[in-house]
Protein backbone atom coordinates (compact mmCIF):
# COMPACT_ATOMS: atom_id res chain seq x y z
CA UNK A 1 0.00 0.00 0.00
CA UNK A 2 3.52 2.27 0.38
CA UNK A 3 4.18 2.28 -3.52
CA UNK A 4 1.26 2.00 -5.46
CA UNK A 5 -1.96 3.65 -5.49
CA UNK A 6 -5.16 0.97 -5.30
CA UNK A 7 -7.73 1.49 -7.47
CA UNK A 8 -11.22 2.28 -6.01
CA UNK A 9 -12.83 -0.74 -6.82
CA UNK A 10 -10.52 -3.06 -5.25
CA UNK A 11 -10.81 -0.77 -1.81
CA UNK A 12 -14.20 -1.29 -1.80
CA UNK A 13 -14.23 -5.18 -2.42
CA UNK A 14 -11.31 -5.51 0.22
CA UNK A 15 -13.66 -3.03 2.44
CA UNK A 16 -16.20 -5.81 1.87
CA UNK A 17 -14.77 -8.65 2.76
CA UNK A 18 -13.38 -6.81 6.09
CA UNK A 19 -16.89 -5.28 7.13
CA UNK A 20 -18.66 -8.74 6.53
CA UNK A 21 -15.94 -10.45 8.50
CA UNK A 22 -16.47 -8.23 11.47
CA UNK A 23 -20.18 -8.83 11.51
CA UNK A 24 -20.34 -12.51 11.07
CA UNK A 25 -17.29 -14.18 10.91
CA UNK A 26 -17.59 -14.83 7.99
CA UNK A 27 -15.97 -12.60 4.84
CA UNK A 28 -18.27 -14.01 2.02
CA UNK A 29 -21.56 -13.79 4.64
CA UNK A 30 -23.48 -10.39 4.78
CA UNK A 31 -25.27 -9.59 8.24
CA UNK A 32 -28.96 -7.64 8.00
CA UNK A 33 -28.25 -5.66 11.03
CA UNK A 34 -25.13 -3.32 11.20
CA UNK A 35 -23.85 -0.16 11.42
CA UNK A 36 -22.57 1.95 8.24
CA UNK A 37 -18.54 1.41 7.75
CA UNK A 38 -17.81 5.25 7.54
CA UNK A 39 -19.71 4.99 11.16
CA UNK A 40 -17.55 1.98 12.53
CA UNK A 41 -14.05 3.54 10.75
CA UNK A 42 -13.86 6.21 13.41
CA UNK A 43 -11.71 6.43 16.17
CA UNK A 44 -12.70 5.26 19.63
CA UNK A 45 -13.18 8.75 20.63
CA UNK A 46 -15.65 9.48 18.02
CA UNK A 47 -18.05 6.76 18.19
CA UNK A 48 -15.91 4.24 16.18
CA UNK A 49 -14.60 0.92 16.21
CA UNK A 50 -10.58 2.29 15.76
CA UNK A 51 -11.04 0.86 12.32
CA UNK A 52 -8.91 2.95 9.55
CA UNK A 53 -10.56 3.03 6.14
CA UNK A 54 -8.23 1.45 3.26
CA UNK A 55 -8.32 4.50 0.82
CA UNK A 56 -7.15 6.91 3.65
CA UNK A 57 -4.30 4.51 4.85
CA UNK A 58 -3.07 3.97 1.03
CA UNK A 59 -2.77 7.33 0.64
CA UNK A 60 -1.16 8.34 4.06
CA UNK A 61 1.58 5.61 3.17
CA UNK A 62 2.25 7.21 -0.04
CA UNK A 63 2.38 10.54 1.44
CA UNK A 64 5.62 9.26 2.49
CA UNK A 65 6.71 8.93 -1.07
CA UNK A 66 5.43 12.12 -1.84
CA UNK A 67 7.79 13.65 1.06
CA UNK A 68 10.62 12.20 0.48
CA UNK A 69 10.22 13.55 -3.50
CA UNK A 70 9.98 16.62 -1.57
CA UNK A 71 12.97 16.74 0.62
CA UNK A 72 14.33 13.17 0.64
CA UNK A 73 18.80 13.37 -0.01
CA UNK A 74 18.99 10.13 -1.33
CA UNK A 75 19.69 8.99 -5.25
CA UNK A 76 16.37 7.24 -5.23
CA UNK A 77 15.34 10.56 -3.98
CA UNK A 78 17.23 12.78 -6.99
CA UNK A 79 16.15 10.00 -9.78
CA UNK A 80 12.54 10.91 -9.25
CA UNK A 81 12.92 14.73 -8.99
CA UNK A 82 15.65 14.62 -12.12
CA UNK A 83 12.71 12.72 -13.94
CA UNK A 84 9.22 14.22 -13.44
CA UNK A 85 10.61 17.84 -12.52
CA UNK A 86 11.15 20.09 -15.31
CA UNK A 87 14.01 22.80 -15.42
CA UNK A 88 11.83 25.52 -14.24
CA UNK A 89 11.41 22.78 -11.05
CA UNK A 90 7.53 22.64 -11.92
CA UNK A 91 5.84 18.81 -12.35
CA UNK A 92 5.96 17.65 -15.37
CA UNK A 93 2.47 17.77 -16.84
CA UNK A 94 3.18 15.12 -19.73
CA UNK A 95 2.97 11.65 -19.25
CA UNK A 96 5.65 9.18 -18.62
CA UNK A 97 5.49 5.60 -18.02
CA UNK A 98 5.64 4.48 -14.58
CA UNK A 99 3.62 2.49 -11.58
CA UNK A 100 4.77 4.01 -8.64
CA UNK A 101 4.45 7.73 -10.05
CA UNK A 102 0.54 8.31 -10.38
CA UNK A 103 0.32 7.55 -6.60
CA UNK A 104 2.96 9.83 -5.51
CA UNK A 105 1.45 12.20 -7.32
CA UNK A 106 -1.84 11.56 -6.22
CA UNK A 107 -0.43 12.25 -2.35
CA UNK A 108 1.60 15.27 -3.33
CA UNK A 109 -1.67 17.48 -3.50
CA UNK A 110 -1.86 16.82 -0.13
CA UNK A 111 1.51 17.06 1.25
CA UNK A 112 2.57 20.15 -0.63
CA UNK A 113 1.41 23.05 1.41
CA UNK A 114 1.75 21.32 4.64
CA UNK A 115 5.64 21.69 3.86
CA UNK A 116 7.57 24.81 4.81
CA UNK A 117 11.81 25.00 4.92
CA UNK A 118 13.92 26.19 7.41
CA UNK A 119 16.42 27.84 5.30
CA UNK A 120 20.64 27.08 6.29
CA UNK A 121 22.86 27.17 3.14
CA UNK A 122 19.15 27.67 1.03
CA UNK A 123 20.85 25.34 -1.91
CA UNK A 124 18.04 23.25 -2.03
CA UNK A 125 14.97 25.86 -1.32
CA UNK A 126 13.29 27.07 -4.52
CA UNK A 127 13.41 31.11 -4.01
CA UNK A 128 9.55 31.18 -5.97
CA UNK A 129 8.20 28.23 -5.31
CA UNK A 130 8.73 26.57 -2.00
CA UNK A 131 7.59 27.90 1.45
CA UNK A 132 9.97 29.22 3.44
CA UNK A 133 8.14 32.84 4.46
CA UNK A 134 5.26 30.82 5.50
CA UNK A 135 3.98 30.72 2.00
CA UNK A 136 5.40 30.22 -1.27
CA UNK A 137 6.12 33.80 -3.43
CA UNK A 138 4.19 31.91 -6.30
CA UNK A 139 1.35 30.82 -4.44
CA UNK A 140 0.79 34.10 -2.35
CA UNK A 141 1.00 36.22 -6.11
CA UNK A 142 -0.85 33.42 -7.89
CA UNK A 143 1.88 33.43 -10.73
CA UNK A 144 1.91 30.48 -12.97
CA UNK A 145 3.54 31.06 -16.46
CA UNK A 146 5.55 34.36 -14.96
CA UNK A 147 8.09 32.10 -13.23
CA UNK A 148 9.43 30.68 -16.77
CA UNK A 149 12.92 30.34 -16.75
CA UNK A 150 13.78 31.48 -12.58
CA UNK A 151 14.99 28.52 -11.15
CA UNK A 152 17.03 30.78 -8.19
CA UNK A 153 17.16 29.23 -5.32
CA UNK A 154 17.47 30.55 -2.01
CA UNK A 155 21.02 30.17 -1.43
CA UNK A 156 21.60 33.27 -3.96
CA UNK A 157 20.61 35.85 -1.07
CA UNK A 158 22.20 34.16 1.83
CA UNK A 159 25.74 35.45 2.38
CA UNK A 160 26.57 33.72 6.12
CA UNK A 161 24.29 33.98 8.58
CA UNK A 162 23.13 37.32 7.34
CA UNK A 163 19.98 37.83 4.74
CA UNK A 164 20.86 40.02 1.42
CA UNK A 165 17.86 40.90 -0.25
CA UNK A 166 18.00 43.15 -3.45
CA UNK A 167 15.75 45.85 -3.92
CA UNK A 168 13.72 44.01 -6.52
CA UNK A 169 13.03 41.12 -3.97
CA UNK A 170 11.67 42.73 -1.20
CA UNK A 171 9.70 45.18 -3.30
CA UNK A 172 8.51 41.68 -4.23
CA UNK A 173 8.02 40.80 -0.44
CA UNK A 174 5.81 43.91 0.90
CA UNK A 175 3.84 43.44 -2.40
CA UNK A 176 2.61 39.85 -1.11
CA UNK A 177 2.93 40.77 1.95
CA UNK A 178 5.56 38.48 3.18
CA UNK A 179 8.61 39.09 5.30
CA UNK A 180 11.48 37.24 6.58
CA UNK A 181 11.00 35.64 9.96
CA UNK A 182 14.36 36.87 12.05
CA UNK A 183 13.63 33.39 14.39
CA UNK A 184 15.10 31.64 11.49
CA UNK A 185 18.24 33.01 10.35
CA UNK A 186 20.03 31.23 7.55
CA UNK A 187 23.17 29.75 7.92
CA UNK A 188 25.81 28.10 4.79
CA UNK A 189 27.22 26.07 7.10
CA UNK A 190 23.60 23.75 7.88
CA UNK A 191 21.69 21.91 5.02
CA UNK A 192 18.18 23.06 4.86
CA UNK A 193 15.50 21.51 6.29
CA UNK A 194 12.18 20.58 5.54
CA UNK A 195 9.33 20.77 8.67
CA UNK A 196 5.72 19.07 8.39
CA UNK A 197 3.59 21.99 9.58
CA UNK A 198 0.91 19.56 11.40
CA UNK A 199 3.54 17.89 13.58
CA UNK A 200 4.74 20.69 16.39
CA UNK A 201 8.47 18.62 15.84
CA UNK A 202 8.83 19.15 12.37
CA UNK A 203 9.14 15.70 11.97
CA UNK A 204 6.85 13.64 9.24
CA UNK A 205 5.28 10.11 9.98
CA UNK A 206 2.50 8.09 8.17
CA UNK A 207 0.59 8.20 11.97
CA UNK A 208 0.41 12.30 11.60
CA UNK A 209 -0.21 12.06 8.29
CA UNK A 210 -3.79 9.98 8.04
CA UNK A 211 -4.91 11.88 11.07
CA UNK A 212 -4.25 15.28 8.94
CA UNK A 213 -6.00 13.27 6.45
CA UNK A 214 -9.15 11.43 7.89
CA UNK A 215 -12.57 12.92 8.29
CA UNK A 216 -13.17 13.77 11.74
CA UNK A 217 -16.58 13.28 13.87
CA UNK A 218 -17.90 15.06 16.69
CA UNK A 219 -16.74 13.05 20.10
CA UNK A 220 -18.72 10.99 22.25
CA UNK A 221 -18.96 11.00 25.87
CA UNK A 222 -19.89 7.14 26.46
CA UNK A 223 -16.74 6.49 24.79
CA UNK A 224 -14.11 6.33 27.79
CA UNK A 225 -16.36 4.41 29.84
CA UNK A 226 -15.86 1.10 27.03
CA UNK A 227 -12.66 1.27 25.80
CA UNK A 228 -10.35 0.91 29.03
CA UNK A 229 -8.37 -1.77 30.26
CA UNK A 230 -10.94 -3.67 33.59
CA UNK A 231 -13.85 -3.86 31.31
CA UNK A 232 -13.68 -7.42 29.30
CA UNK A 233 -13.67 -6.72 25.67
CA UNK A 234 -16.68 -9.02 24.36
CA UNK A 235 -18.71 -6.48 26.90
CA UNK A 236 -17.42 -3.29 25.47
CA UNK A 237 -17.95 -4.57 21.96
CA UNK A 238 -21.69 -5.52 23.04
CA UNK A 239 -22.74 -2.17 24.78
CA UNK A 240 -21.14 -0.22 21.62
CA UNK A 241 -23.47 -2.13 19.49
CA UNK A 242 -26.10 -1.31 21.74
CA UNK A 243 -24.83 2.58 21.94
CA UNK A 244 -25.18 2.23 17.71
CA UNK A 245 -28.37 0.75 17.87
CA UNK A 246 -26.61 -2.55 16.22
CA UNK A 247 -28.37 -5.33 17.74
CA UNK A 248 -31.33 -7.18 16.88
CA UNK A 249 -33.69 -5.87 19.03
CA UNK A 250 -38.17 -6.41 17.81
CA UNK A 251 -37.82 -2.89 16.41
CA UNK A 252 -34.82 -3.47 14.59
CA UNK A 253 -35.63 -7.10 12.82
CA UNK A 254 -39.58 -5.75 12.03
CA UNK A 255 -37.75 -2.41 9.92
CA UNK A 256 -36.51 -5.33 7.60
CA UNK A 257 -39.81 -7.11 7.43
CA UNK A 258 -39.99 -9.96 9.70
CA UNK A 259 -43.11 -10.36 11.40
CA UNK A 260 -42.45 -10.76 15.46
CA UNK A 261 -44.52 -10.87 18.32
CA UNK A 262 -43.06 -9.01 21.05
CA UNK A 263 -41.98 -10.50 24.53
CA UNK A 264 -40.51 -7.71 25.97
CA UNK A 265 -38.53 -8.69 29.62
CA UNK A 266 -39.94 -7.03 31.99
CA UNK A 267 -38.84 -8.64 34.99
CA UNK A 268 -35.40 -7.14 33.63
CA UNK A 269 -36.44 -3.23 33.09
CA UNK A 270 -38.31 -3.43 36.18
CA UNK A 271 -34.85 -4.22 38.20
CA UNK A 272 -33.05 -1.93 36.10
CA UNK A 273 -34.83 0.91 37.73
CA UNK A 274 -34.74 -0.41 40.93
CA UNK A 275 -30.65 -1.16 40.78
CA UNK A 276 -29.71 1.54 38.50
CA UNK A 277 -28.76 4.10 40.71
CA UNK A 278 -27.22 1.76 42.84
CA UNK A 279 -24.89 0.10 40.30
CA UNK A 280 -24.31 3.58 38.91
CA UNK A 281 -23.08 4.54 42.34
CA UNK A 282 -20.67 1.07 41.53
CA UNK A 283 -18.50 1.80 38.14
CA UNK A 284 -19.76 2.95 35.32
CA UNK A 285 -18.46 -0.22 34.07
CA UNK A 286 -20.85 -2.15 36.12
CA UNK A 287 -23.37 -0.72 34.60
CA UNK A 288 -21.82 -1.30 31.21
CA UNK A 289 -21.53 -5.42 32.75
CA UNK A 290 -25.82 -5.26 33.54
CA UNK A 291 -26.84 -4.10 30.68
CA UNK A 292 -24.72 -6.54 28.51
CA UNK A 293 -26.00 -9.54 30.98
CA UNK A 294 -29.76 -7.78 30.88
CA UNK A 295 -29.33 -8.31 26.91
CA UNK A 296 -28.61 -12.16 27.01
CA UNK A 297 -30.99 -12.97 29.36
CA UNK A 298 -33.96 -11.35 27.67
CA UNK A 299 -32.56 -13.71 24.17
CA UNK A 300 -32.76 -17.05 26.16
CA UNK A 301 -36.43 -15.79 27.18
CA UNK A 302 -37.10 -14.06 23.61
CA UNK A 303 -35.73 -16.94 21.28
CA UNK A 304 -35.05 -20.26 23.87
CA UNK A 305 -38.44 -19.78 25.66
CA UNK A 306 -36.83 -20.03 29.09
CA UNK A 307 -38.43 -19.06 32.16
CA UNK A 308 -36.05 -17.34 34.52
CA UNK A 309 -36.41 -16.75 37.79
CA UNK A 310 -35.46 -13.75 39.61
CA UNK A 311 -32.85 -15.37 41.79
CA UNK A 312 -31.14 -16.58 38.73
CA UNK A 313 -30.91 -12.75 36.72
CA UNK A 314 -29.60 -11.44 40.10
CA UNK A 315 -26.47 -14.16 40.37
CA UNK A 316 -26.13 -13.32 36.44
CA UNK A 317 -25.91 -9.75 37.35
CA UNK A 318 -23.90 -10.20 39.99
CA UNK A 319 -21.39 -12.32 38.29
CA UNK A 320 -20.78 -10.02 35.46
CA UNK A 321 -20.42 -7.01 38.09
CA UNK A 322 -17.45 -8.91 39.88
CA UNK A 323 -15.16 -10.04 36.65
CA UNK A 324 -15.60 -6.30 36.55
CA UNK A 325 -14.35 -5.78 39.47
CA UNK A 326 -11.63 -7.88 39.74
CA UNK A 327 -10.10 -6.41 35.94
CA UNK A 328 -10.68 -2.86 37.23
CA UNK A 329 -7.88 -0.93 38.57
CA UNK A 330 -9.92 1.56 40.83
CA UNK A 331 -9.04 1.67 44.46
CA UNK A 332 -11.04 1.69 47.55
CA UNK A 333 -13.70 4.40 48.17
CA UNK A 334 -13.17 7.25 51.12
CA UNK A 335 -16.91 7.74 51.70
CA UNK A 336 -18.77 5.84 53.93
CA UNK A 337 -22.14 4.91 51.18
CA UNK A 338 -19.93 3.97 48.37
CA UNK A 339 -18.10 1.93 50.92
CA UNK A 340 -21.77 0.60 51.71
CA UNK A 341 -22.80 -0.10 48.57
CA UNK A 342 -19.72 -2.33 47.19
CA UNK A 343 -20.16 -4.86 50.55
CA UNK A 344 -23.66 -4.84 49.53
CA UNK A 345 -22.19 -5.90 45.86
CA UNK A 346 -19.75 -8.79 48.28
CA UNK A 347 -16.55 -6.46 45.88
CA UNK A 348 -13.44 -6.52 47.49
CA UNK A 349 -11.89 -3.04 46.56
CA UNK A 350 -8.02 -2.89 46.19
CA UNK A 351 -6.37 0.01 48.87
CA UNK A 352 -5.11 3.27 47.40
CA UNK A 353 -1.64 3.32 46.94
CA UNK A 354 0.21 5.60 49.98
CA UNK A 355 1.19 8.84 48.59
CA UNK A 356 4.72 9.67 47.92
CA UNK A 357 6.46 12.22 49.90
CA UNK A 358 9.43 13.76 48.22
CA UNK A 359 11.83 16.61 49.91
CA UNK A 360 13.03 18.87 47.60
CA UNK A 361 15.22 22.30 48.29
CA UNK A 362 16.55 25.07 46.04
CA UNK A 363 19.84 25.39 45.46
CA UNK A 364 21.94 28.82 45.12
CA UNK A 365 24.05 28.62 41.68
CA UNK A 366 27.27 28.85 42.34
CA UNK A 367 29.67 31.66 42.14
CA UNK A 368 29.11 34.27 39.18
CA UNK A 369 26.81 32.09 38.01
CA UNK A 370 23.38 33.14 37.12
CA UNK A 371 20.30 30.81 37.60
CA UNK A 372 16.71 30.96 35.42
CA UNK A 373 13.89 29.96 36.92
CA UNK A 374 11.28 29.12 33.97
CA UNK A 375 7.44 27.92 33.73
CA UNK A 376 4.58 28.21 31.38
CA UNK A 377 0.61 27.86 32.17
CA UNK A 378 -2.00 27.82 30.04
CA UNK A 379 -5.30 28.43 30.84
CA UNK A 380 -7.19 25.51 29.02
CA UNK A 381 -4.06 23.74 27.61
CA UNK A 382 -4.47 24.66 24.90
CA UNK A 383 -6.00 27.69 26.08
CA UNK A 384 -4.69 31.78 26.82
CA UNK A 385 -1.07 31.06 27.74
CA UNK A 386 1.87 33.09 28.56
CA UNK A 387 5.68 32.23 30.58
CA UNK A 388 7.22 33.79 33.42
CA UNK A 389 11.33 33.85 34.30
CA UNK A 390 13.23 34.79 37.25
CA UNK A 391 16.90 35.29 37.56
CA UNK A 392 19.01 35.37 40.47
CA UNK A 393 22.30 35.15 41.16
CA UNK A 394 24.75 33.20 43.69
CA UNK A 395 23.11 36.01 46.67
CA UNK A 396 20.06 34.94 46.02
CA UNK A 397 19.55 38.36 44.78
CA UNK A 398 16.53 38.65 42.29
CA UNK A 399 18.28 40.37 39.29
CA UNK A 400 15.19 40.02 36.72
CA UNK A 401 11.63 38.85 36.22
CA UNK A 402 9.94 38.69 33.38
CA UNK A 403 6.31 37.56 32.21
CA UNK A 404 5.25 37.28 28.34
CA UNK A 405 1.66 36.29 27.09
CA UNK A 406 1.63 33.91 24.03
CA UNK A 407 -2.31 34.38 22.81
CA UNK A 408 -3.35 30.54 22.76
CA UNK A 409 -0.79 28.11 22.92
CA UNK A 410 -0.31 24.63 25.04
CA UNK A 411 1.89 24.61 28.67
CA UNK A 412 4.41 23.02 26.85
CA UNK A 413 4.57 25.35 24.05
CA UNK A 414 4.41 27.91 26.70
CA UNK A 415 7.45 26.22 29.02
CA UNK A 416 9.15 25.91 25.38
CA UNK A 417 9.13 29.35 24.42
CA UNK A 418 10.48 30.86 28.08
CA UNK A 419 13.15 28.80 27.96
CA UNK A 420 14.06 29.50 24.49
CA UNK A 421 13.28 33.63 24.90
CA UNK A 422 14.71 33.84 28.40
CA UNK A 423 17.90 32.55 27.23
CA UNK A 424 18.04 34.79 24.27
CA UNK A 425 17.36 37.53 27.03
CA UNK A 426 20.55 35.95 28.91
CA UNK A 427 22.70 36.30 25.63
CA UNK A 428 21.63 39.31 24.91
CA UNK A 429 22.60 40.80 28.56
CA UNK A 430 26.07 39.52 28.28
CA UNK A 431 25.33 36.93 31.01
CA UNK A 432 27.87 33.99 30.31
CA UNK A 433 27.67 31.50 32.90
CA UNK A 434 24.01 30.72 33.18
CA UNK A 435 21.96 27.64 34.68
CA UNK A 436 17.96 26.88 34.03
CA UNK A 437 15.66 25.07 35.53
CA UNK A 438 12.20 23.92 34.65
CA UNK A 439 9.68 21.89 35.81
CA UNK A 440 7.98 20.00 33.13
CA UNK A 441 9.46 16.76 32.24
CA UNK A 442 7.80 16.94 28.74
CA UNK A 443 10.56 20.12 27.64
CA UNK A 444 13.39 18.86 29.17
CA UNK A 445 12.98 15.03 27.82
CA UNK A 446 12.30 17.22 24.21
CA UNK A 447 15.39 19.34 25.13
CA UNK A 448 17.59 16.11 25.65
CA UNK A 449 16.70 13.80 22.93
CA UNK A 450 16.89 17.06 20.61
CA UNK A 451 13.37 16.88 19.38
CA UNK A 452 12.29 20.88 19.64
CA UNK A 453 8.99 21.84 17.52
CA UNK A 454 10.06 23.78 14.22
CA UNK A 455 9.16 26.80 15.32
CA UNK A 456 11.98 27.06 18.09
CA UNK A 457 14.83 24.39 16.09
CA UNK A 458 16.92 28.11 14.83
CA UNK A 459 16.96 29.68 18.13
CA UNK A 460 17.95 26.46 19.44
CA UNK A 461 20.72 25.40 17.50
CA UNK A 462 22.16 28.70 17.79
CA UNK A 463 21.76 28.92 21.80
CA UNK A 464 23.58 25.41 21.57
CA UNK A 465 26.43 26.61 19.79
CA UNK A 466 27.61 28.83 22.89
CA UNK A 467 26.46 27.29 25.94
CA UNK A 468 25.44 24.26 27.65
CA UNK A 469 22.24 24.28 29.51
CA UNK A 470 21.20 22.10 32.96
CA UNK A 471 17.18 22.05 33.35
CA UNK A 472 14.91 20.94 36.18
CA UNK A 473 11.57 24.63 39.08
CA UNK A 474 8.28 29.10 39.00
CA UNK A 475 4.64 29.60 39.05
CA UNK A 476 3.73 33.02 40.05
CA UNK A 477 4.98 34.75 36.95
CA UNK A 478 3.83 32.50 34.21
CA UNK A 479 -0.01 32.49 35.87
CA UNK A 480 1.16 36.35 35.22
CA UNK A 481 2.22 35.95 31.58
CA UNK A 482 -0.93 34.04 31.06
CA UNK A 483 -2.96 37.07 31.83
CA UNK A 484 -1.04 38.82 29.14
CA UNK A 485 -2.25 40.27 25.94
CA UNK A 486 -0.34 38.17 22.85
CA UNK A 487 3.42 38.88 22.33
CA UNK A 488 3.18 41.88 25.28
CA UNK A 489 6.04 41.41 27.69
CA UNK A 490 6.33 43.31 31.10
CA UNK A 491 9.90 43.17 32.69
CA UNK A 492 11.13 43.90 36.07
CA UNK A 493 14.86 44.85 37.16
CA UNK A 494 15.07 43.04 40.16
CA UNK A 495 12.18 41.63 42.76
CA UNK A 496 8.73 43.36 41.46
CA UNK A 497 6.46 43.82 44.39
CA UNK A 498 3.90 41.75 43.74
CA UNK A 499 6.42 38.68 43.85
CA UNK A 500 5.96 38.26 48.04
CA UNK A 501 7.72 35.11 47.85
CA UNK A 502 10.53 33.23 46.09
CA UNK A 503 12.15 29.80 46.96
CA UNK A 504 14.75 30.14 49.89
CA UNK A 505 18.21 27.71 50.02
CA UNK A 506 17.96 27.64 53.49
CA UNK A 507 14.15 25.74 53.45
CA UNK A 508 12.71 22.20 53.24
CA UNK A 509 10.06 21.26 50.42
CA UNK A 510 7.78 18.84 50.66
CA UNK A 511 5.98 17.35 47.42
CA UNK A 512 3.17 15.22 47.69
CA UNK A 513 2.08 12.69 44.47
CA UNK A 514 0.78 9.57 43.91
CA UNK A 515 2.43 6.63 41.68
Known amino acids: MGIYKWPSSIVREAETLLRNFLWSGNPSRKKGITVAWEKVCKPYSEGGLNIRRLGEINKAMLMKQAWNFI ?54 VDLWRDNWLGESIQHRLHLTTELKNCTSKVSSIVHGQEWKIPPQLQRILEEAQLQVDNRHTPNVAESDMAVWIPYPHGKFSTKSA ?14 KALWNGYLHPRQ ?10 AIETMDNVMKRGIPLASRCCLYAMKKM ?48 VKVTARLS ?17 QIILKPPPAPIIQQCSWKLPEQHMMKINVDGASRGNPGKAGWGAIFRNSRNEVCLTVCKGM ?21 ARGWDNLVVESDSKAVVQALQKNEVPWQFSTSWRKIMQR ?48 M
Open 273 to 320: KQRGKLIKDIWNSAVIATIVAIWKLRNKITHEEKDLNAKFCEKFIENQ
Open 71 to 124: SGKGYFADYLRHKYLDKNGEIVKYYKHSTIWPGIRWALQEIKDKVRWIVGDGKS
Open 210 to 223: FEMIRKKHTQVGWS
Open 236 to 245: AAMAWKINVN
Open 467 to 514: VKETLLDTDITAKRGAGLLDTIMTSWEGRPPWLDRVESPYEVYFRFSN
Open 407 to 427: GIASNFMSELQGIVESIEMRL
Open 329 to 345: KATGYNNLEKLKITREW
